[in-house]
C-alpha cells in the first residue's frame, strides 16, 4: 500500500521556522520525484519545490525561492521541506506527492508542477505563521 505522510506542520510567528517531513512507503522511492503543494482557503493549489530523489535535483516557485529548502533523505525514504523567513500569506495546508516516474524534466523544463503529474497524495499538514 502506497503511504506518504506528513508532520511538523503547527503555528509560528512570521519570521519564524518550520521543516516539514513526508515519510514514503509502499513503492520505490528512488524511482519517483516527491513533491510539496499548498493550498490556503479559497486559493488554487500550489507547487511549491520538488526534489528527484535519483539525482538530487530540485525546482522552487518564485513565491518560495531562497526560504525554502527541499532535501531527500533516500535511506529513510523522506523528503523534507525546511521553511525559514516565514510569512502571513505562506499559512496553507501543505502536502506531499509523488510523481509519476520520468515526468521531473516537465517540471525543471516548464518551471512549473501541475498536480496532475503526481500519483500519489498525502493528507496534509497545516501551517499556519502568525502576523
Known amino acids: 500500500e502506497v503511504q506518504l505522510v506528513e508532520s511538523g506542520g503547527g503555528l509560528v510567528q512570521a519570521g519564524g521556522s518550520l521543516r516539514l517531513s513526508c515519510a514514503a512507503s509502499?513503492?520505490?522511492?528512488?524511482?519517483?520525484?516527491i513533491g510539496w503543494f499548498r493550498q490556503a482557503p479559497g486559493k488554487e493549489r500550489e507547487g511549491v519545490s520538488c526534489?528527484?530523489?535519483?539525482?538530487?535535483?530540485?525546482y522552487y516557485a518564485d513565491s518560495v525561492k531562497g526560504r525554502f529548502t527541499i532535501s531527500s533523505d533516500n535511506a529513510k525514504n523522506t523528503v523534507y521541506l525546511q521553511m525559514n523567513s516565514l510569512k502571513p500569506e505562506d499559512t496553507a495546508v501543505y502536502y506531499c506527492?509523488?510523481?509519476?516516474?520520468?515526468?521531473?524534466?516537465?517540471?525543471?523544463?516548464?518551471?512549473?508542477?501541475?498536480?496532475?503529474?503526481?500519483?500519489?497524495w498525502g493528507q496534509g499538514a497545516q501551517v499556519t505563521v502568525s502576523s
Open positions: 506527492a509523488a510523481q509519476k516516474p520520468g515526468l521531473h524534466r516537465i517540471v525543471l523544463i516548464t518551471h512549473t508542477m501541475p498536480s496532475h503529474l503526481y500519483d500519489y
Open positions: 509502499g513503492f520505490t522511492f528512488d524511482d519517483y520525484a
Open positions: 526534489i528527484r530523489s535519483s539525482d538530487g535535483s530540485t
